[in-house]
């Protein structure tokens, strides 16, 4: 997708930048004209992403509050402004079944890192768009924010947080002219997605997706561009799927 430049002297965070869907969502900013600044806790591979599209790394512990706000203070000191926030950073947590036996600790990383990371750097950079008068923020769901399932309790959960938070935002922050959308990714055919289905596994989720296939991060990449760019001017408080149809059927 070209957008004509649009990006062009606009700042543009992305976190999770590491890998997979970040990596890529990265990498398509740059194309298009970003300054992207690269977020991730792993630094290897976040430089060689830097180096690679020209962006500015970041390695960042999203579970600290300190170290996020010293961050959103580095980007506005340096740049002057941030135009588009995307949060793709993410734990995938919560395997051990039920409710009943998910362990206060999966809870809490769950909660950290999916949930309270994503609301605590989006309210740190409402300030500074709402002082320009526009923004985007693009936040990321999952299939199982709307479809439970029989383990993944606190993950699927703290997805669903992060879908209200989406709205609440696009409701308190739209008279500022900033929109805030999430997109809801399938399964992707990340290195870390795909250690956790064995073939078997893997067989039964592409048999139980329209499309028959499992995404490819560049796919994602094109969804958080669209949103956060003016040809998705009048769309905010929105969850878009990108799974290939899988929440829209009923499974085989």
């Not at 997708?1 to 700042?11: A, P, W, Y």
Request: proline letters at 4%.
């Amino acid at each position: 997708m070209s957008l004509d430049s649009e990006f062009e002297g606009k700042v543009v965070i992305v976190t999770g930048a590491g890998g997979g869907i970040g990596s890529a969502t990265a990498r398509l900013f740059a194309e298009e004209g970003a300054t992207t600044v690269l977020v991730d806790r792993d630094e290897g591979p976040l430089e060689e992403l830097a180096t690679e599209i020209g962006g500015r790394a970041h390695r960042l512990d999203l579970r600290d509050e300190a170290a996020i706000d010293a961050f959103v203070d580095a980007v506005a000191a340096e740049h002057g402004r941030i135009d588009a926030l995307i949060n793709i950073a993410g734990v995938f947590v919560g395997s051990e079944g039920t409710v009943e036996h998910s362990s206060r600790k999966t809870w809490d990383l769950s909660l950290d890192v999916n949930l309270r990371a994503t609301s605590h750097l989006t309210a740190r950079v409402l300030p500074l768009m709402t002082q320009a008068g526009s923004g985007a923020v693009v936040n990321t769901s999952s299939t199982q924010a709307r479809a439970a399932d029989i383990g993944w309790s606190s993950y699927g959960i703290a997805k669903a947080g992060v879908e209200s938070f989406t709205r609440y935002v696009a409701t308190q922050y739209g008279e500022h002219g900033i929109r805030c959308n999430c997109v809801s990714p399938g399964v992707t055919a990340t290195p870390r997605a795909l250690e956790r289905f064995p073939e078997d596994r893997a067989a039964s989720v592409r048999n139980n997706t329209p499309l028959r296939r499992f995404g490819q991060p560049e796919e994602l990449a094109e969804a958080y561009l669209f949103l956060a760019s003016e040809r998705s001017s009048f769309i905010t408080g929105q969850v878009l799927p990108v799974d290939g149809g899988m929440t829209v059927h009923l499974p085989a």
